[in-house]
């Protein structure tokens, strides 16, 4: 049973307040032909630039990830990307009228429900996968971050705060063990109040509030609700990471063990991943591998949600 590239079945928008300008912004998801993969379109610029979603084309890692070409670029793309791996589509062209994505809730629930309301279409191209063939590896100081060959994708993610309500959280988490609907999409964002106000001062942030973010004073949760899970914290590691991961272009087959990471190591791994010709083999698979495209399906409503 060959696997087939994915878009959407028809356009869908949303609005949201842009994490740092504070500002509105309009977002449109179109459906896109076969292997065209995922594209940004600025469309507050004249001529509307376009600008790939690959990590090639990262230009800041700063707080998110920024992808950027010919002067023109998209902020914090990662949670959108994130949401797109996760359902399993593979083309699609975002238009945005900001140099940033809304953050919406902080996390890629939002997106997930946009997509799974608009619905997705195969198409007549198999989708390939890379398949791992040697270990890869970047560390930075006490941070690592690596990939093994594994006939499925995986990630064992540990991180570790100097603060009494995270300390160290590890998740290790496949499609063997759940969705990425349920265990990944809700884990917002976080932050913590002192830096928060550093950079609201530094005029950044500037749409920064409990409605899109975790925060955290040097004690406590801020938000009224509470956390989502009890680890969200490293599970919005790992939704970050699918979604700096879903710049590589295909889903990856391999188990990654990450230490510490973030979207600046995110990064540099999978840049150096790609680069080395010895290190992964373009595969169509068959079989369906362990993917997040199983759950993203099976969770797939047929009518459109109201
Ligand atoms: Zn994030």
């Known amino acids: 049973m060959t696997i087939y590239q994915r878009t959407l079945s028809r356009p869908v928008a949303c609005t949201g307040i842009g994490l740092h300008s504070g500002r509105r912004i309009n977002l449109c998801l179109r459906p896109a032909e076969p292997d065209t993969g995922v594209v940004f379109k600025r469309t507050d610029i004249p001529d509307s630039p376009l600008i790939p979603g690959d990590v090639n ?98 990630v064992d993610y540990t991180i570790e705060f100097d603060h009494p309500l995270i300390r160290r959280q590890r998740m290790v988490y496949s499609q063997k063990n759940g969705s990425y609907d349920r265990q990944l999409s809700r884990a917002r964002t976080f932050g913590f109040l002192s830096e928060f106000r550093r950079l609201q001062e530094a005029n950044l942030a500037l749409g920064g509030s409990l409605d899109n973010a975790v925060v955290v004073d040097d004690y406590r949760v801020l938000n009224d609700d509470g956390l989502r899970f009890d680890d969200e914290f490293v599970r919005h590691k790992v939704l970050d990471f699918v979604g700096d991961m879903a710049l590589v272009g295909r889903p990856i087959m391999g188990a990654f063990v990450a230490h510490k990471s973030g979207h600046a190591l995110n990064n540099k791994l999978f840049r150096k991943f790609l680069a080395d010709p010895q290190a992964w083999q373009l595969v169509s698979p068959e079989a369906a591998p362990l993917d997040f495209e199983a759950a993203g399906a099976l969770a797939m409503p047929q009518q459109a949600v109201a």
């Not at 990830?65 to 998209?74: E, I, K, P």
């Open 57 to 154: 084309a990262v230009v800041s890692t700063e707080m998110c990830t920024t992808v950027g070409s010919g002067g023109a670029c998209v902020a914090t793309v990662e949670h959108l990307m994130s949401a797109l791996a996760g359902v399993g589509v593979d083309n699609v062209l975002v238009e945005v009228d900001a140099p940033e994505i809304p953050v919406m809730d902080g996390s890629s629930a939002p997106f997930v429900f946009l997509l799974k309301h608009t619905g997705l279409k195969s198409q007549d191209q198999p989708r390939k996968y890379f398949a791992v063939r040697r270990e890869v590896c970047v560390s930075e100081g006490d941070k690592f971050l690596k990939v093994l060959p594994a006939d499925h994708f995986s």
